[in-house]
């Protein structure tokens, strides 16, 4: 059964600092992954995905993220964070659609001002 | 992206009482939707798939009879929950996969229903 792991449980980072947020899956041939959001008292918001094509994936508020299949990681990464992007981060891996999501127990960033 | 919406938001009910909580795909119909249950700081677990017009798959350890689902078109999921206790109090969050075009595999959540059971 597919597996994702987020090694970092909580990631404080000052403002207008880089972060990283780390997801490994356990190994597939093919697999479709998520990036999710969740701000306080509320359902999750994607943020963005990979499911074919350039490994590089973007969101439009610059949080960007990296497909490797041979390290079977999709880590999360942005330049310069904004407080605003404190919130709870969930990874999550589906074989291309065709199973449930399986979530990560999600990272908390909290931007320090 | 497509919207999923659930109802209520906030539900407080006694003890042994049934709660029903709804969700709904506005703009695009979903053949399954999934079910998830949320406890403070912890990540989401799966508890049911729900398939329009055919019972819903529940995870190991879920019990179906206390959790009913029912999935009666392609639109509109319930999760009733039965005789609730207050260990059912939890953040309940629904999905539905959108499987046509180029959104195909991509789950999108309603906000989620916040049980307290007194």
């Known amino acids: 059964a597919q597996s994702v792991t987020q090694l970092d449980s909580q990631v404080p980072v000052f403002e207008e600092a880089p972060v990283e947020l780390r997801c490994n899956y356990s190994?597939?041939?093919?697999?479709?992954l998520f990036w999710y959001v969740q701000y306080p008292n509320q359902g999750l918001q994607l943020l963005l995905k990979?499911?074919?094509?350039?490994?590089l994936v973007e969101s439009i508020n610059g949080f960007e993220a990296e497909f490797n299949k041979s390290q079977t990681s999709f880590h999360l990464r942005k330049p310069s964070v904004h407080i605003s992007d404190t919130a709870e981060y969930f990874c999550a891996v589906s074989d291309q659609g065709h199973t449930p999501l399986v979530f990560g127990k999600g990272t908390r960033l909290s931007v320090i001002a | 992206g497509a919207v999923v919406s659930q109802h209520p938001s906030w539900v407080i009910c006694k003890s042994g009482t049934s709660v029903k909580i709804e969700c709904r795909s506005l703009d695009f119909q979903a053949t399954t939707m999934f079910w998830y249950r949320q406890f403070p700081k912890q990540s989401l677990m799966l508890m049911a798939t729900s398939n329009e017009g055919s019972k819903a798959t529940y995870e190991q350890g879920v019990e179906k009879d206390k959790f009913l689902i029912n999935h009666a078109s392609l639109t509109l999921s319930t999760l009733t929950v039965t005789s609730a206790h207050p260990e059912d109090s939890s953040f309940y969050i629904c999905?539905?996969?959108?499987?046509?075009?180029?959104?195909?595999?991509?789950?999108?959540f309603g906000e989620g229903s916040r049980l307290t059971v007194l």
């Open positions: 990979y499911l074919s094509g350039s490994t």
């Open positions: 190994s597939s041939v093919s697999v479709y």
């Open positions: 999905s539905a996969r959108d499987t046509a075009g180029s959104l195909a595999g991509e789950l999108f």
